[in-house]
Structure formats: structure tokens, C-alpha cells
């Protein structure tokens, strides 16, 4: 029957469109609990960008393929349209100013306030404001952009070291060999439940930036914006991401 080979095919071509994997990028810098990477292997082990991860493929009747990229190369695979969305971000981050409108990315219904905060030695004096900053090695990391620290680099007033990680930040201020290390509020959180004896060693002093964090979704996935969003707002809703960040708690 000729006429059914058309409708078959079509069959088989929407069931491989069902089938097809949510593709979401994992920059490799982010820590516990963000995300836990085997560094061997280059993939993710668990984390919060995990757990979000699946529970967004599974609302969408999908499975996750997760991309573990450098934080250079997250914005050139959403660009190129190599994977779908980049989570737990912010434009500010990629340096969407700088790209043309056609050129920008669609961005989600919002997920969290993301705060970044100043960790300084306990011994040292607390900085109050960016000009105690002054004369400061402060450890950063790789690729990631600091809108509050920019200006003081930009004048030689602050000293910028970068490392790959938080958890190499941190080895090195306790080590004695940064002034202070800018990290995520959630990320330190986290580690001083790991290991109390930071709370000894080190304070947080001053915050230095605060953006809600939400999706930057590529203009060439082939899952449809308003689904992929409307996805995002029903796990929002429904508390599934309360939960998953409660785990970590």
C-alpha cells in the first residue's frame, strides 16, 4: 500500500523526535552542590544541576544527555546549537552584551537568587566595603565573570588569581596564599557542612553580586521554547526544585 509508506515514515520520524534526548550543558568549574564531576571520565556524577536535569527530561518524556564543557565552551555549544540549555545562569555570565540580537539566547522562567560573597582569612581584617579590597590577591574562577571585581581589575586595585574550582579557591586561601576568594553562597554553604573546621579558618565578609539565576535555552534546539519553559515552571510550582535543593541542604 503506497499510500501508508508516507505515514509510517512520518510515524517514525515523530517517534525519534519523541525520543530524543533533553541536551543540557554542565560546565565542569561548578562545585557541590551544583554538581560532582568524575574528572577521569569527564561526565556528572550528582548535584543539583543533576537532579534538575532529570526531573526536567522526565517532564518532558524525555531522557538527559548531560555535555561537561569548560565554562568557555558553554556559550559556543548553545550557539551552535549542540545542545538544547544551560542551566543555573545568568546573562551576565555569558557576555550576552556583547552578541547581536538574533545571536542571544531565549532564557527561562526564573530559578533562584544566586548570591556570590568575599571569604576572607579569620585573622585578617573583615573588608566593609571594595575599597578595603585594595592591594588584595583575591581568587577567582576561570572564565567567570565578576561585574562587581571588573572595574577594580580593570585598575589595578585588585589582583585577580584564577583556579578551575571553588574547592581550589578555597585550598588556597587557607593555605595563606590569597587575601581572600570569591565564592558562591550555596557552594560555601554546602562545603562548611562538609567541614566545620572552615567556619574556624574562614569568614565571609562582604557580598559582591546577586542575579536570579534561570535557563539560557539555544535558538536551535528542536524542543519548542514555550514547552521547554513550561516545563521549568511546573517543576518550579509544583516544588520539585525546592526539594532537590532541600536534599542538599
Known sequence: MPILRPVLLLLLCLTAYAAAPLRMVADNSLAPPMARFDAARNTL??????????????????????????TRRTRLLLQSG???????????WL??????????????????????????????KPASN???????????????????????????????????SIEANLAKL???????????????????????????????????????????VSRRSAIPFARLDAAIRTLITRGDLAWIYQRYQ
Open 45 to 70: 556524577l550528582d548535584g543539583i544541576v543533576f537532579d534538575f536535569g532529570n526531573a526536567l527530561a522526565a517532564e518532558l518524556g524525555r531522557q538527559v544527555h548531560f555535555k561537561v564543557v569548560p
Open 95 to 124: 557576555n550576552e552584551a556583547e552578541l547581536p540580537a538574533q545571536r542571544r539566547f531565549l532564557w527561562s522562567h526564573e530559578l533562584v537568587l544566586d548570591r556570590d560573597v568575599l571569604l576572607q582569612p579569620r585573622k585578617a
Open 174 to 216: 587557607r593555605a595563606g596564599r590569597l587575601d581572600a576568594a570569591v565564592v558562591n553562597e550555596v557552594n560555601f554553604r554546602y562545603l562548611r557542612k562538609l567541614d566545620p573546621a572552615l567556619d574556624a579558618e574562614l569568614q565571609q565578609t562582604l557580598t559582591l553580586h546577586e542575579a536570579m539565576l534561570a535557563c539560557a
Open 82 to 92: 549542540q545542545a538544547d540549555l544551560l542551566c543555573f545562569y545568568s546573562p551576565i
Open 130 to 164: 571594595l575599597d578595603d579590597l585594595h592591594g588584595l590577591r583575591i581568587g577567582t574562577v576561570h572564565g567567570y565573570v565578576y561585574p562587581v571585581l571588573q572595574p577594580l581589575q580593570d585598575a589595578g586595585l585588585i589582583q585577580r588569581d584564577d583556579t578551575h
